[in-house]
């Protein structure tokens, strides 16, 4: 961890499954993550990296341990909490983009938005501006469906950052890309810390581990 | 405000998840529309023939109303009694019309056959009013005419077994018949094809002539009134109070049956046949409703999970799905009504029958259309609150 108070503050937490068997999926490990930096997450497939961001972005809770996002627990909250959470706090960017291949790429990005008070003038300044900061300006009405793999990434990271999250969660955001597109990406990503939110990554790059503030290495469940 | 704000977003949002997959759309809305024509035709067509019905009802229903008394007055009912009767509305006529005997031996007086006929009084409102027709001689208006006290009308068919009646084109000769030794001069023969047919064989005798000749106690007077039809009980209600207000005459309201209650039934009958139908394809179409948004949010679980993800309620999400079964129901529904309201007119114009339509009838099965929509999306929705946000980061 490099400077700054801690925004997220994992104690303790891990994981553990009981249907169809008890499996220990994540095992109790203590995470520090300070605002406005970068954290990447590595391990070979299936060690749990993808379950300890998950716990991070509050899309499940652990079986153990705190959790605490800018000193307020996040433990015992309800779904209703954690959503607004997540609404109020985190971007994704998933593996595969998952965009809505029929509908444009503003539209997609627009999805991103979940604040009802904000005006519609305002939601589509707010989507050109961030494509604009994704270098898809011109492609805002072109569908999904018509993008190129970089391109897909691409407006999938500008829906994450359409609501300006403090925290952005990337999971495997290179896995399917070539090697330059996959390099402009984490450029693309690396710019969310330099604007001052916090990135966590999952990935196995390389690269983006080497761009990152902190590394965190799991192995069978387990902090390395 | 926010509210609204909201809504219209997510409005907008369920219109173009549904245009985003036309067919699934079509699908999901065909169910419906087949229900909600379904209703509206069958509505409109049980409405028609329910017209058709009364119509025909109309035709067979009483038009005319007979009250019976039995102690009447030597002389009858007052002209002005009779008057207040012919006053109402759907009276067209009204007048004396009664039994006087029902076997009296009948002949002609220069022959022998003799027949047992019954014996009728009746003024020329009676006449009139019980659909009795004078086809020779003189007009029912001698009826009232005190100066010709010894002339009788008789019927068709009593008219031929005494021979009194013309040949063809020519005219009544005098003739004259002879009733409990009283001896008439026929004046006309009269002809009823309606529902006082035993007039055919019988004789016709003013009041005054039957007091004075025939003689009786005045049992089983009666009182005939022309109407419209469908207001025979009202109107034989009316006359009962208004012949005899003190109730001494003991009138008895003889007017024969017209099957309201029948025809109450019938189109009692037709409207739940009607409900019924429409009711069980709207179910059906309740059922394909949620069938296909089940498959449209299993389909979309990844989308789903990832609004979820995103931070969007599960309420948000299930209203989402609501809203694509809303909207689906509503274009369904307005569909739906102009097909089946098509059919219902191309059926009833087929038959030659005048469309009958209750006004609020669109409201009400797109209304209805609507609520199938959203009951069968109830359990989508749910299905789709439920997704876990997890789904999007896995899939």
Known sequence: MTGGTALIQLRGVGLEVLAPAPTRILH???LDVAAGTSV??????????????????????????????????????SKRDLAAFRSQHLGFVFQHSHLIEERSSIANVALGITDPTMSRMDRDQRCQHVLDLVGLASLANRRAADLSGGERHRVAIARALAKSPSVLIADEPTAALDQPTGQAILDLLAQVTARGATLIVVTHDVRAAEMADQVVSIVDGRRA | MMWRWSFWVLA???????????????????????????????????????????LRFDLQRSDHVVVQAENVPRDGF??????????????????????????????????????TVPVIVADRGGLEASGTEVIHGASADALGDPGRTAIAWVGRELADDLGVAPADGQ????????????????????????????????VILSRPVAVSTVGGTGQNVRVVAHVRPGSAAAVAGYAVRTLDPSGDLTLMDKTPADGEKLLKDVGGDLRRVGA??????????????ANTLMMSVHHRLRELGLRSAMGWSRRRIGLLVLTESGIAGLVAGVLGTAVGLACAAAWCWLHGWTLIMPAVLPCVVIGGGVAASLVGGLLPAWRAASISPLTAMRS
């Open chain 1, 40 to 77: 990447t997450i590595t391990g070979p497939s299936g060690a749990g990296k993808t379950t300890l961001a998950s716990i991070i972005g509050a899309l499940q809770p652990p079986s153990e341990g705190t959790y605490q996002f800018a000193g307020s627990e996040m433990m015992g909250r």
């Open chain 2, 12 to 54: 907008a949002d369920a219109a173009a998840s549904l245009l985003r997959r036309p067919w699934h759309a079509v699908g999901m809305m065909s169910g419906i529309m087949l229900g909600v024509a379904s209703a509206s035709a069958a509505i409109v067509i049980a409405d028609t023939q329910q017209g058709q019905i009364d």
């Open chain 2, 276 to 289: 019924a139908l429409g009711g069980f394809v709207g179910l059906v179409g309740m059922i394909a409703i």
């Open chain 2, 78 to 115: 007052s002209a002005d009694q009779l008057r207040l009767v012919a006053g109402l509305e759907p009276v067209s006529s009204v007048g004396e019309f009664s039994n006087w005997s029902d076997g009296e031996p009948v002949t002609r007086s220069i022959a022998s056959t003799i027949a």
């Open chain 2, 171 to 202: 005219a009544l000769t005098d003739s004259q018949i002879v009733v409990r030794g009283h001896a008439y001069s026929v004046a006309g023969i009269v002809a009823n094809d309606g529902g006082f047919g035993y007039v055919e064989n019988s």
């Open chain 1, 28 to 30: 109790p490990l203590d």
